[in-house]
């Protein structure tokens, strides 16, 4: 049985400058009006307890990133043919993402199987993958717009992270739930916790069964399929959607991104940065056609990718966490719940 530790409160500072001595150790604390993950600093609190704005895979697949620098030149043996030299660059900095909900670390599962697929494995998310450690903390209370039991998730998750910390009364249970997680618990500041893990499994019930129950959406995949060609069904659910793209950027599960080109003289750099199939230039192609030309197809695709096509081709995983913050943050509210249940109902009609 794997060791379970436990570590008081006023312990976890000294734990994360001891972390934060070998390796980078991002926290969530408060920035612009939000809660955001940011370097550790002593001077800076971190704010644990309560689901951060933004989700922590910038620390994986960042929001804008250099895939490798380039240089045009002239082959020294014949002026007239150009020469093109690339230089990669592949950096992981080894790192721990620590008190994100589990949710937040269960959206790499979706990017795992984009981005470490066997036939085309991205280099760059995987150098950032294996680098990268998930301390999370499991849901003490949830949220009117948490939903993670619909996907077959729960406020204490451990799918995606690799040491989980559970809050009870004076501290936290500490559990490693990887391999990759275990020698984080050899750290003299944590103590036996056997004798506290009823307490904590008390505290992870208690937030499971506060959760609205999960309405059956085992039709959702062919539902959404089957209204795929029914505009005005989507047309009536992106009514007051405004495109702000909002949605996409806090979603730990959307991974999608645009390359640019950056050159001055002879030299620059190819840039990967993130964008959102929420956007009309999205999919707008060079001859002017744009296949998803109005905010009804955008949606559509949104939501028809995250619970029809991505599960139809990955065994039924849902590419969606139920974290709530597409319903949270959205200045219209606009709730994906509603369309996906919108649609199984016009199935049933």
């Known amino acids: ?25 991002l926290v969530p604390v408060e920035e612009g009006g939000g809660v955001v993950f940011r370097p550790f600093d002593p001077a800076r609190q971190p704010v644990f307890g309560s689901d951060a704005t933004a989700p922590p895979k910038a620390a994986v697949f960042p929001a804008c990133q250099e895939l490798f620098r380039y240089e045009n030149g002239k082959d020294p043996e014949d002026a007239g043919k150009p020469t093109l030299n690339i230089i990669p660059t592949i950096e992981a900095t080894p790192t721990v993402v620590f008190g994100a909900k589990p949710c937040g670390a269960r959206g790499f599962l979706i990017f795992d199987r984009v981005y470490q697929g066997k036939k085309f494995p991205d280099p760059y998310y995987t150098a950032a993958r294996d680098a990268t450690v998930f301390i999370t903390m499991a849901c003490a209370t949830v949220e009117n717009t948490c939903f993670c039991n619909w996907v077959g998730s729960g406020p204490a998750d451990t799918a995606g992270s690799d040491v989980l910390l559970t809050p009870i009364a004076g501290g936290y249970l500490v559990e490693a739930v990887s391999d990759k997680g275990a020698p984080f618990l050899d750290s003299p500041l944590l103590t036996d916790g056997a004798a506290k893990t009823a307490e904590a499994e008390a505290v992870r019930t208690k937030a499971r069964e506060s959760l609205a129950p999960a309405p059956d959406i085992a039709d959702a995949p062919a539902a959404l399929l089957a209204a795929f060609d029914d505009m005005d069904f989507w047309r009536d659910q992106s009514d007051k959607c405004i495109s702000c793209g909002a949605c996409t950027y806090l979603c730990p599960t959307c991974y999608c991104f645009t390359i640019t080109d950056e050159t001055a003289g002879n030299a620059g750099r190819r840039m990967r940065s993130w964008d959102a199939c929420m956007h009309f230039q999205f999919t707008l192609e060079a001859s002017g056609h744009n296949p998803r030309p109005t905010k009804a197809h955008r949606l ?4 028809g990718h995250k619970f029809s096509y991505y599960p139809t081709l990955h065994e039924g995983l849902i590419a969606c966490c139920g974290c709530g913050r597409c319903v949270k943050s959205c200045p219209v509210s606009v709730d994906i719940r509603e369309i996906v249940q919108n649609a199984v109902a016009r199935a049933k009609a």
Request: no cysteine.
């Open 1 to 25: 049985m794997a060791a379970v530790k436990y570590i008081a409160s006023e312990k976890l500072p000294e734990w994360l400058k001891a972390l934060a001595s070998e390796r980078r150790v």
């Open 300 to 303: 559509r695709n949104r939501v």
